[in-house]
């Protein structure tokens, strides 16, 4: 259940647009503190938080460690979430075959 630990840590407001920022494009620690209103400290803390969660990696590059989506993390949670989408699909299309023979 791969999905769970990225559920969990996108639960969390800030996390979350932490996240969303970053998948804009890749950012580091200090930028992503200047856009938002916690500390610098805080924004490690949660993105510890997405890195143990497998959607975020972080890479160093100078003295800076550069944060960007983890594909397989999200992939896997995609996988979860596609299947509730499908299920969507599904009951549409059966919807609209039982209103179909209502009407005919």
């Not at 990225?6 to 998948?23: C, K, N, Q, Y």
């Not at 804009?24 to 890195?51: D, F, I, M, T, Y």
């Not at 992939?75 to 299920?87: E, N, P, S, V």
């Amino acid at each position: 259940m791969a999905y769970q630990p990225a559920l969990a840590a996108l639960a969390d407001p800030t996390r979350r647009e932490i996240f969303e920022r970053v998948a804009e494009r890749p950012r580091a620690v200090g930028e992503l503190a200047r856009e938002l209103p916690v500390s610098r400290p805080a924004v490690s803390q949660h993105l510890r938080v997405l890195k143990e969660a497998h959607l975020v990696t972080g890479r160093t590059a100078g003295s800076r460690r550069i944060y960007a989506l983890d594909p397989q993390g999200v992939g896997a949670l995609r996988a979860y979430l596609d299947q509730f989408w499908q299920r969507a699909l599904t009951a549409y299309q059966a919807a609209v075959a039982d209103h179909q023979q209502e009407v005919s």
